[in-house]
């Protein structure tokens, strides 16, 4: 049959490992980490999901999308209306815009290391920016997030704005508004959907952030920048296997509750048509 | 930018008001000057890696860390390619991202074709169990599916690499849509002339779904090509690391030569930079495939 392919797949590397995070979760290893781990039920999922260190790791992811989500939108929208226009050269913008598609996360961290990384970088004596001080470390890090979300969401705005409809444009222009009421009242509600569907993909992002973690901070200074995802898949990590499997299964509930936002926008947008 | 995009484009229209000509030439400088500091913002970086992988380490921070070379090191990217092992991590990600691409082509198509054409019993279940998929990502299963390939002995291998990413819910839909838009009579016709379900989907179906499934395996070498954590977590050998994994451990050498992790960061993106050169159409749609047109 053709679904056997696909559906072993999902059934061994999908709905399994859900089942057997589950029972990793339930099971609670000794310090020493010999011998089977004893069956604890869900003592050791509740003590983890409402430990300190489960908390503060959502607590910096939360942080994490407050930083990248609003500025990547504003800048991709800034990006995409000033590059929406007939101007020479405005194809050589259009492309610098986009570049940062090109790079991927560890690509992008370690050209962020060439500015913050409290050693060598370019701005490692501007104090807002500073790695070394918790304070800021993740703010700086977050950074490096938006200048890489950059590429996709100019790429996505800009199709989003090249398909108004000209008459649209018309209209207004008759109407008499002017360029900030234009952009207001015609320009932001038909991009909307666009803006929506990036707004979701950038806090999907953010959950995921890992990469451009640990190669600027490896979670410092102490657990300054360690992000949910951070303390469940360093390798490095002191934590044991039941306490990651049981945060795995609190961010499988975060992950669940974003994409039931996610499909509420798509199936909303299905209404006002296209 | 895609060619056939920026024919649609256009200048918001000027309000009919008498601008003078003046004016219109400092909105028009106006914009020029955004455009510029917004291109700085984006270059600023990219430049900073260039200049710092060729630069001399030290040499350039005693320097004061201007905005040019300092003592440069041609050799950074012969050396970063041998020395530093991205030759190696570079072979390991083509054949990985190979693998998981031809794999997620054909899974997804078979698995496109049978829910577009075919009814069979539990047909919504299974498009359910495809549609749960999505709430799964690596990052959840993570632990667990370490484990699992750790006792199937596969840690360090093609195998555990790629397993996990053989196919894709995101394929399936994509490509499902693709398969849609084929008219039914065409089905008739080639069941007619004797075509398989095989032969009906290779020589036809594909063929007619090919821009969609372009869109798709532009994200399916995006998402392959640049994964992390995965990678990070079902390797511990040097040998066996992917560029993006080889770039973290570059990180960690000796601040004295710490520029051959630029140069190679430089070396991991350029796969994506000529992709992004000679395929900017086919990656735009791929990027926004599933975002405007929903």
Do not use: C
Not at chain 1, 23 to 28: G, V
Not at chain 1, 50 to 56: L, R
Not at chain 2, 60 to 70: E, S
Not at chain 2, 243 to 253: D, E, F, G, K, P
């Amino acid at each position: 049959m053709f679904l056997l392919p696909a559906l072993a797949v999902f059934v061994g590397f999908f709905y399994y490992p859900l089942y057997r995070l589950v029972d990793m979760a339930m099971h609670r290893e000794n310090r020493f980490g010999r011998g089977d781990p004893p069956y604890v039920g869900t003592t050791q999922i509740i003590d983890t999901l409402t430990g300190s260190d489960f908390v503060e790791g959502v607590t910096h992811s939360a942080l994490y999308m407050v930083y990248t989500v609003p500025l990547g939108l504003v800048l991709g929208v800034l990006l995409a209306v000033a590059a929406n226009r007939k101007l020479k050269g405005i194809r050589a913008f259009q492309t610098v815009f986009s570049s940062t598609v090109a790079t991927s996360v560890a690509v992008a961290s370690v050209i962020f290391f060439t500015l913050v990384n409290p050693e060598v970088g370019y701005f490692k004596d501007v104090t807002w920016l500073s790695l070394a001080n918790p304070d800021t470390a993740l703010f700086s890090v977050s950074l490096s997030s938006v200048w890489q979300n950059l590429g996709l969401t100019f790429i996505i705005v800009l199709a989003s704005l090249q398909a108004v409809p000209v008459e649209m444009e018309e209209a207004a222009a008759l109407d008499g508004y002017g360029p900030l009421r234009h952009f207001w009242r015609i320009t932001v509600p038909l991009i909307s959907p666009a803006l929506l569907f990036l707004a979701v993909v950038l806090v999907v992002h953010a959950l995921q952030a890992y990469a451009q973690i640990e190669l600027l901070t490896n979670g410092g200074p102490g657990t300054a920048t360690e992000t949910l995802l951070y303390k469940i898949a360093d390798p490095q990590g002191i934590r044991s296997v039941g306490v990651k499997a049981s945060m795995s299964l609190g961010l499988f509930v975060l992950t669940a509750a974003v994409a039931a936002v996610q499909y509420g926008l798509l199936s909303r947008r299905v209404h006002y048509g296209d | 930018m895609a060619t056939d995009q920026a024919e649609n484009a256009h200048v918001p229209v000027e309000p009919v008001r008498s601008d003078s000509g003046l004016r219109r030439h400092l909105v028009t400088f106006g914009w020029y000057a955004t455009l510029v500091a917004l291109a700085l913002v984006i270059l600023f970086p990219i430049y900073m890696l260039i200049l710092r992988a060729i630069s001399s380490p030290i040499a350039y921070i005693n320097a004061g860390q201007p905005l040019r070379l300092v003592e440069p090191e041609w050799d950074i990217f012969s050396r970063a390619w041998t020395d530093a092992g991205m030759a190696r991590a570079m072979l390991v990600s083509v054949v990985i991202t190979a693998v998981i691409m031809t794999a997620q082509f054909i899974t997804s198509v078979l698995a496109a074709y049978a829910f577009a054409f075919m009814e069979f019993p539990l047909k919504k279940l299974m498009f359910a169990v495809v549609i749960g998929t999505l709430l799964l990502p690596i990052e959840v299963t993570l632990i667990a599916n370490v484990r699992t390939i750790r006792d199937l002995g596969w840690l360090n291998s093609v195998q555990g690499l790629s397993f996990p990413f053989l196919a894709t819910a995101l394929g399936i839909f994509l490509i499902r849509q693709g398969f849609m838009a084929v008219p039914r009579d065409l089905r008739d016709a080639a069941t007619l002339d004797g075509f398989g379900h095989l032969g009906f989907l290779f020589r036809v179906a594909v063929p007619l779904a090919k821009p969609v499934i372009g869109s798709f395996l532009v994200i399916s070498f995006l998402s392959a090509w640049n994964q992390y954590v995965w990678p990070r977590n079902a390797t511990d050998s040097g040998s066996w690391q992917t560029v993006q994994i080889a770039l973290r451990t570059l990180t960690t050498t000796r601040i004295d030569e710490i520029n051959v992790a630029f140069a190679g960061a430089i070396i991991a993106a350029l796969p994506l930079v000529v992709l992004l050169v000679f395929f900017q159409r086919q990656m735009v749609r791929g990027l926004t495939a599933g975002a405007v047109k929903g």
